[in-house]
T-cell receptor
Framework: QQQVKQSPQSLIVQKGGISIINCAYENTAFDYFPWYQQFPGKGPALLIAIRPDVSEKKEGRFTISFNKSAKQFSLHIMDSQPGDSATYFCAVPDDAGNMLTFGGGTRLMVKP | DSGVTQTPKHLITATGQRVTLRCSPRSGDLSVYWYQQSLDQGLQFLIQYYNGEERAKGNILERFSAQQFPDLHSELNLSSLELGDSALYFC?????????????FGPGTRLTVL
């Protein structure tokens, strides 16, 4: 079964700083790499996703960068805000495209 | 609000018991996914149903079973409960059968086994 390694497990960043979360995977036949955001007491929600016909995708303060040869992708949160404090999960499709394997999660705290 | 509903919100039960968790997908979504989230295991995919048929299976224990009904709501049945089954159980839904595209998660059911 697909292994997805996410790091770090937890991250503390000052307001206005850059948060970087990394994800490494083994193999997938489907080129679609999402990040999900989960606030306490809520279910995860899709934050941003990339199809690796591009190496980077930006939506507002959130950017995914992708390195296909290294089988890694990262989430960058620019100008981090206290409202960004949440748990972030990367995910990778299985070979059939039926399911997602999620990374272990990164608990981000942005200090005011 | 994702449009996915789950009941109950909280469930406290004893070891050896059986419980049923219920999920209603977003209007128009045909796929339902079940996940288990525990502190040390992250989000673990259990099973997917698409339009009433089982589509994909993850690390679902034999004591657990699920089904999707003609009205597309789904139930996850957990039996012979053990302390280690205490976790958050999420249901998610998507329009099509391809689970790798956007999934919409419900608020979860917190199960506590005493």
């Amino acid at each position: 079964q697909q292994q997805v390694k996410q790091s770090p497990q937890s991250l503390i960043v000052q307001k206005g700083g850059i948060s970087i979360i990394n994800c490494a995977y083994e193999n997938t036949a489907f080129d679609y790499f999402p990040w999900y955001q989960q606030f306490p007491g809520k279910g995860p929600a899709l934050l941003i996703a990339i199809r690796p016909d591009v190496s980077e995708k930006k939506e507002g303060r959130f950017t995914i960068s992708f390195n296909k040869s290294a089988k890694q992708f990262s989430l960058h949160i620019m100008d981090s805000q206290p409202g960004d404090s949440a748990t972030y999960f990367c995910a990778v499709p299985d070979d059939a495209g039926n399911m997602l394997t999620f990374g272990g999660g990164t608990r981000l705290m942005v200090k005011p | 609000d994702s449009g996915v509903t789950q009941t109950p919100k909280h469930l406290i039960t004893a070891t050896g018991q059986r419980v049923t968790l219920r999920c209603s997908p977003r209007s128009g979504d045909l796929s339902v996914y079940w996940y288990q989230q525990s502190l040390d295991q992250g989000l673990q995919f259990l099973i997917q149903y698409y339009n009433g048929e089982e589509r994909a299976k993850g690390n679902i224990l034999e004591r657990f079973s699920a089904q999707q009904f003609p009205d597309l709501h789904s139930e996850l049945n957990l039996s012979s409960l053990e302390l280690g089954d205490s976790a958050l159980y999420f249901c998610a839904s998507s329009v099509g059968s391809s689970g790798y595209l956007e999934q919409f998660f419900g608020p979860g059911t917190r199960l506590t086994v005493l």
